[in-house]
Protein backbone atom coordinates (compact mmCIF):
# COMPACT_ATOMS: atom_id res chain seq x y z
CA UNK A 1 0.00 0.00 0.00
CA UNK A 2 2.69 2.84 0.94
CA UNK A 3 4.52 1.31 -1.99
CA UNK A 4 1.72 2.57 -4.13
CA UNK A 5 0.68 6.21 -2.89
CA UNK A 6 4.24 6.58 -3.31
CA UNK A 7 4.35 5.50 -6.62
CA UNK A 8 1.31 8.05 -7.30
CA UNK A 9 2.78 10.75 -5.44
CA UNK A 10 6.55 10.57 -7.52
CA UNK A 11 3.99 10.39 -10.43
CA UNK A 12 2.51 13.36 -9.44
CA UNK A 13 5.54 15.27 -8.64
CA UNK A 14 7.54 14.22 -11.92
CA UNK A 15 4.33 15.16 -13.99
CA UNK A 16 4.23 18.67 -12.35
CA UNK A 17 7.82 19.21 -12.74
CA UNK A 18 7.67 18.34 -16.42
CA UNK A 19 4.50 21.11 -16.77
CA UNK A 20 2.32 17.82 -17.69
CA UNK A 21 -1.27 19.73 -15.35
CA UNK A 22 -3.43 20.64 -17.42
CA UNK A 23 -3.21 23.96 -15.29
CA UNK A 24 0.41 24.15 -16.74
CA UNK A 25 -1.32 23.42 -20.36
CA UNK A 26 -3.96 26.13 -20.13
CA UNK A 27 -0.92 29.24 -19.83
CA UNK A 28 -0.07 31.08 -22.97
CA UNK A 29 -1.78 33.59 -25.35
CA UNK A 30 -5.12 32.25 -26.89
CA UNK A 31 -6.94 33.83 -29.45
CA UNK A 32 -10.94 33.10 -30.48
CA UNK A 33 -12.12 34.66 -33.73
CA UNK A 34 -15.80 34.30 -35.03
CA UNK A 35 -17.76 36.80 -37.60
CA UNK A 36 -16.14 39.86 -36.89
CA UNK A 37 -15.16 39.12 -33.22
CA UNK A 38 -11.93 38.48 -31.58
CA UNK A 39 -11.38 37.29 -27.83
CA UNK A 40 -7.70 37.44 -27.19
CA UNK A 41 -6.44 36.45 -23.95
CA UNK A 42 -3.20 35.64 -21.55
CA UNK A 43 -2.90 33.30 -19.07
CA UNK A 44 -0.82 33.53 -16.58
CA UNK A 45 1.28 30.54 -14.21
CA UNK A 46 0.48 32.83 -11.63
CA UNK A 47 -3.43 32.30 -12.34
CA UNK A 48 -3.97 35.81 -13.68
CA UNK A 49 -5.18 36.94 -16.93
CA UNK A 50 -5.60 39.43 -19.75
CA UNK A 51 -8.10 39.77 -22.14
CA UNK A 52 -8.80 41.85 -25.01
CA UNK A 53 -12.30 42.04 -27.16
CA UNK A 54 -12.29 43.42 -30.35
CA UNK A 55 -15.56 44.14 -32.62
CA UNK A 56 -14.61 44.62 -36.57
CA UNK A 57 -10.86 45.27 -35.34
CA UNK A 58 -11.36 47.91 -33.02
CA UNK A 59 -10.76 47.58 -28.97
CA UNK A 60 -14.44 46.69 -27.50
CA UNK A 61 -13.10 45.67 -23.81
CA UNK A 62 -10.16 45.06 -21.67
CA UNK A 63 -9.90 43.06 -18.68
CA UNK A 64 -7.53 41.57 -15.86
CA UNK A 65 -8.60 38.87 -13.60
CA UNK A 66 -7.67 36.09 -11.52
CA UNK A 67 -8.36 32.47 -12.52
CA UNK A 68 -8.86 28.62 -11.00
CA UNK A 69 -9.03 25.28 -12.73
CA UNK A 70 -10.87 23.04 -10.11
CA UNK A 71 -11.69 19.41 -12.27
CA UNK A 72 -12.82 20.57 -15.30
CA UNK A 73 -14.13 24.05 -14.35
CA UNK A 74 -12.02 26.98 -14.84
CA UNK A 75 -13.44 29.58 -12.47
CA UNK A 76 -12.60 33.48 -13.32
CA UNK A 77 -13.26 36.66 -11.46
CA UNK A 78 -11.97 39.92 -12.69
CA UNK A 79 -10.09 42.55 -10.99
CA UNK A 80 -10.30 45.32 -13.58
CA UNK A 81 -12.77 45.69 -16.32
CA UNK A 82 -12.73 48.63 -18.79
CA UNK A 83 -16.62 48.09 -19.69
CA UNK A 84 -19.60 49.43 -17.04
CA UNK A 85 -21.51 46.34 -17.86
CA UNK A 86 -19.20 43.85 -16.84
CA UNK A 87 -17.72 45.39 -13.81
CA UNK A 88 -14.50 44.29 -11.50
CA UNK A 89 -16.11 41.49 -9.11
CA UNK A 90 -17.67 39.34 -11.97
CA UNK A 91 -17.26 35.99 -11.98
CA UNK A 92 -17.51 33.35 -14.74
CA UNK A 93 -16.46 29.51 -15.49
CA UNK A 94 -15.99 27.62 -18.20
CA UNK A 95 -16.36 23.96 -18.69
CA UNK A 96 -12.96 22.59 -20.41
CA UNK A 97 -14.13 20.21 -23.12
CA UNK A 98 -10.40 19.74 -24.51
CA UNK A 99 -7.11 21.37 -23.99
CA UNK A 100 -3.70 20.45 -26.66
CA UNK A 101 -0.47 22.15 -27.70
CA UNK A 102 -2.37 24.08 -30.25
CA UNK A 103 -6.32 24.72 -29.15
CA UNK A 104 -8.60 24.66 -26.25
CA UNK A 105 -11.96 24.17 -26.87
CA UNK A 106 -14.27 25.70 -23.27
CA UNK A 107 -17.97 25.18 -23.16
CA UNK A 108 -19.66 28.73 -21.99
CA UNK A 109 -22.38 28.84 -19.38
CA UNK A 110 -24.65 29.16 -22.27
CA UNK A 111 -23.56 25.55 -23.41
CA UNK A 112 -21.87 27.11 -26.76
CA UNK A 113 -18.70 25.84 -27.47
CA UNK A 114 -15.28 28.01 -28.18
CA UNK A 115 -12.25 26.97 -30.05
CA UNK A 116 -9.50 29.30 -29.07
CA UNK A 117 -5.97 28.57 -30.64
CA UNK A 118 -2.47 29.15 -29.46
CA UNK A 119 -1.35 32.46 -30.56
CA UNK A 120 1.72 32.38 -32.19
Not at 27 to 50: C, M, P, R
Request: aromatic share 10%.
Amino acid sequence: MRLGLFALVSLFVVSSVRGDSVADQLVGHWQYSEKGLTADYVIKGDNTFTGHLYHQGKAAWHCTGKWTLSGKTINTVLTRSSAEQIPAGTKDRKVLVEVTKDYCRLQNQDGSIWKYVRAP
